[in-house]
């Protein structure tokens, strides 16, 4: 990898222009609405009708290297990321074996743990699917808001008795998808939590299934990390503008006499390098 100036960031994105009004840039609520047209109205629309159009199956990885051609990224295109505070130049296929490495390194230690892995808001399952190929034995189940995305995950992993997404809401008062839990198990967010400007309300409704919840990790963009450096102040700025999860790490934090943090490891990588994401590791005690 090469490593890149932070002067140089505007070469790879438009989001300093923006940051500065230097571009036309209209801030958006982030609202259930808004989420719907971005994600369910938007993206996995087109995904899931490229999907049904082929005429053989696709696997979840063609799935995903579409997903990213949605963004006009491709394998081989030269994006520019981040590792802490430090920008390199990398192509997007390395960048995700990064990612993924991380992830599955933190999780795979708990599929000798738990028998049951949920992912909320889960996308089209991919996370969960790559999971599955390192433990297939266990159970894994997503939940996802987007209907299509759903429908997708549907049609992908129809032969696997294993895997299982459906619907979910973040703002519901009861999680349906975690009623029937008998055992503890294991829950992780990815780039989900960042979806909800407050994650009060996600926490409160979790604590209801306090007994049937083993640990929690959440791959996330956390803006308490962000420092006063310049660059710190460009991540604020870029949540701030977009609307995305402002008090994850507050809202933990807060619940000390209920809740401890495990571990956790700041703005590891971003693909977008104002958006990375950390790991936070908790339990309810």
């Known amino acids: 990898m090469k490593k890149i100036k932070l002067n140089d960031l505007p070469k790879w994105t438009q989001w300093p222009d923006r940051l500065l009004g230097l571009s036309e840039w209209k801030a958006a609520k982030r609202t259930i609405d808004k989420v719907k047209k971005e994600y369910d109205d938007g993206k996995y629309s087109e995904i899931l009708e490229y999907y049904m159009s082929k005429d053989h199956p696709l696997s979840p990885e063609e799935v995903r290297i579409h997903e990213y051609s949605y963004y006009n990224l491709y394998p081989d295109t030269k994006i ?63 939940g996802e808001f987007s209907e299509n995305a759903v429908s997708l995950a549907n049609h992908l992993y129809k032969s696997d008795p294993n895997l299982n997404v459906v619907r979910f809401n973040f703002y519901d008062q009861v999680y349906e998808i975690l009623e029937a839990l008998e055992k503890p198990a294991v829950i992780f967010t990815f780039h989900a939590v960042e979806q909800l400007p407050s994650a009060k309300h996600f926490l409160t409704v979790l604590s209801k299934y306090r007994d049937r919840i083993d640990r929690v990790y959440h791959f996330e963009p956390v803006y308490e990390f962000y420092d006063e450096t310049l660059f710190g102040m460009m991540r604020r700025r870029y949540t701030q503008i977009n609307d995305y999860n402002r008090d994850l790490l507050f809202e933990l934090k807060s619940r000390e006499d209920k809740i401890r943090i495990v571990d956790q490891k700041e703005n590891v990588i971003g693909l977008n390098p104002l958006n990375p994401l950390s790991l936070i590791e908790w339990t309810f005690i």
């Open 80 to 142: 520019c990321i981040s590792r802490g505070e430090n920008l390199f130049e990398t192509d997007l296929n390395s960048a995700r074996k990064l990612l993924y490495n991380f992830l599955r390194d933190v999780l795979s230690k708990c599929t000798k743990r738990v028998d049951h892995i949920f992912e909320l808001g889960c996308g089209h399952g991919y996370n969960l699917w790559r999971l599955h190929k390192i433990a297939p034995n266990i159970k894994y189940t997503g």
